[in-house]
């Protein structure tokens, strides 16, 4: 009788260590779907009303390349930051149609 209340001890134990898991796993990939969509919105990319860090990635209008919003090179043009992955690409940008950015 003993043998069968330890075995039912060791088993909801068992269980009840494997929904941990489970859980833990299923948490993590909910976390990385998020983080992943965060990258991806336009506010973001465009680079209006984010705070600066240098975790946010942002979308180079020129090239599409992200780059960190902390390390990128910025330029504002009528009020819009805009962030690129390099001089080149800041200049090809700027260099639009009597100062206008290039859509």
């Known amino acids: 009788m003993l043998r069968n209340l330890l075995r039912l001890v060791a088993i909801l134990i068992a269980l009840a260590v494997v929904r941990a898991v489970v859980g833990m ?51 504002t043009m009528k009020g819009e930051t805009y962030h690129f992955c390099s001089p080149a690409c800041r200049d090809k940008f700027k260099g639009g149609a009597k100062g206008e950015p290039r859509a």
């Open 25 to 75: 796993i299923l948490n993590f990939f909910r976390g990385l779907s998020k983080k992943s969509g965060d990258r991806e919105s336009p506010t973001a990319s465009a680079g209006a009303g984010v705070p600066l860090s240098a975790g946010l990635l942002v979308k180079d209008p020129v090239c599409g390349t992200f780059v960190s919003a902390g390390t990128s090179t910025k330029t």
